[in-house]
């Protein structure tokens, strides 16, 4: 049994318990009321009533007192245990009083489908049949023990006052009390499958549409982890683009800063070169000059050969 099952298995049970709670409480209301204004009807003694009132309590909270535990502290084959007694708890608690009454032929009868229902409620379709099957076998019983006088002594004034007639000794009312008696439990039988069925059906879509969740949330929480991955990388891209960018400004001040240099030492070049064109100019000119000086006192020299 996988967690959810469990989980489904306490939730079912504490409803079936918490239903008992109700309809046992009306029992003995309808009980009281009977004894004080119909003490005449047939009916277990009140010891006898009030002993399997508190049994039914006990059982009962004691199963609510266990259950209210977290489900990881509750065994398996106790739940297990605790779920299969829902049904006959139902069927001997009725059985007790009908047997006790001194007849089975009471409107009591009609909450035999309590335990189809309860059935229902745990097992589905095979808790609906177990159940019907047993309640037919165990109604059936106290019936023929009424016939055959085994039930405690009912006396003829409690016998008048009865909703129904006894059924000791009387073959033809037996026989008909039972065909009615399972003919009704069959019906109610098939009522309770269709209806669990509907409840089935509803359950499966609840389970694809919850398997159709978790795939999706799945899927979502792949692609929150690649989206996550993919933050992580356009962070350390980032990170790396910014190194770059620093590199980069870095490189660009230090060929920013060997420009200035080179723009200085060109400078100084073309000072430099000034100068010394200027240098080579001068001296070219000191050339001519000295040229031109040396023609003219060649020049000189001639005109004074001359006149001598």
Same mark, same amino acid.
């Given at each position: 049994? =996988?967690?959810f099952?469990?989980?489904q298995?306490?939730e079912?049970?504490?409803m ?5 709670w109700?309809?046992v409480?009306?029992?003995v209301? /309808?009980?009281a &009321?009977?004894?004080?204004?119909? *003490?005449?009807? *047939? $009916? *277990?003694?009140?010891f006898?009533?009030?002993l399997v009132?508190?049994?039914?309590f006990?059982i009962?909270?004691g199963?609510w007192v266990?259950l209210?535990r977290s489900p ?8 297990? &245990?605790?779920k299969?007694?829902?049904?006959p $708890?139902?069927?001997?608690g009725? +059985? ?12 009591l009868?009609?909450m035999?489908?309590? *335990?189809i %229902?309860?059935?229902s409620?745990?097992y589905?379709i ?8 047993s309640?037919?076998?165990?109604y059936?019983?106290l &019936? ?5 006088? $085994? %039930?405690?002594?009912l006396?003829p004034e409690a016998?008048?006052?009865s909703?129904?007639k ?6 033809y009312?037996?026989?008909g ?5 399972n003919?009704?439990?069959i019906? +109610?039988?098939?009522y309770?499958?269709y209806l669990a ?10 389970v694809?549409q919850?398997?159709d969740?978790?795939?999706?949330? /799945?899927a979502?929480?792949i692609?929150a982890e690649?989206l996550?991955k ?8 980032l990170?790396k683009? =910014?190194?770059?960018? +620093?590199d980069?400004e870095?490189i ?8 200035s240099? $080179?723009?200085i ?7 430099y070169s /000034?100068v010394?064109?200027?240098?080579e100019?001068k001296m ?7 040229k031109?000086l040396k023609?003219t006192i060649g020049?000189?020299?001639s005109?004074? &050969?001359s =006149?001598?």
């Amino acid at each position: 049994m =996988d967690n959810f099952e469990k989980q489904q298995t306490i939730e079912a049970v504490k409803m079936v318990i918490k239903a008992r709670w109700f309809y046992v409480l009306t029992i003995v209301l /309808q009980g009281a &009321v009977i004894k004080i204004w119909f *003490p005449s009807v *047939p $009916l *277990p003694t009140s010891f006898l009533i009030f002993l399997v009132v508190i049994i039914v309590f006990l059982i009962n909270f004691g199963f609510w007192v266990y259950l209210r535990r977290s489900p990881e502290k509750i065994n398996n084959f106790t739940l297990e &245990v605790i779920k299969f007694s829902q049904v006959p $708890l139902e069927q001997f608690g009725l +059985a007790a009083i009908l047997y006790f009454s001194g007849t089975a032929n009471k409107m009591l009868l009609m909450m035999y489908i309590i *335990p189809i %229902m309860v059935g229902s409620a745990l097992y589905r379709i095979k808790g609906i049949i177990l159940s019907a099957f047993s309640t037919m076998i165990l109604y059936s019983g106290l &019936v023929f023990l009424e016939y055959l006088g $085994l %039930m405690p002594y009912l006396s003829p004034e409690a016998a008048v006052q009865s909703t129904g007639k006894v059924l000791r000794g009387e073959w033809y009312l037996v026989k008909g009390h039972i065909i009615g008696f399972n003919l009704y439990i069959i019906g +109610a039988s098939f009522y309770a499958a269709y209806l669990a069925n509907l409840f089935k059906r509803r359950e499966k879509n609840l389970v694809l549409q919850k398997n159709d969740l978790a795939q999706k949330t /799945q899927a979502l929480m792949i692609q929150a982890e690649e989206l996550e991955k993919t933050k992580n990388y356009l962070h350390e891209a980032l990170v790396k683009s =910014d190194k770059a960018r +620093a590199d980069l400004e870095q490189i660009k001040s230090e060929i920013e800063k060997a420009n200035s240099e $080179l723009k200085i030492k060109i400078n100084e070049l073309e000072k430099y070169s /000034q100068v010394t064109t200027g240098r080579e100019l001068k001296m070219i000119e000191l050339k001519e000059e000295i040229k031109n000086l040396k023609e003219t006192i060649g020049n000189l020299k001639s005109q004074l &050969v001359s =006149d001598k």
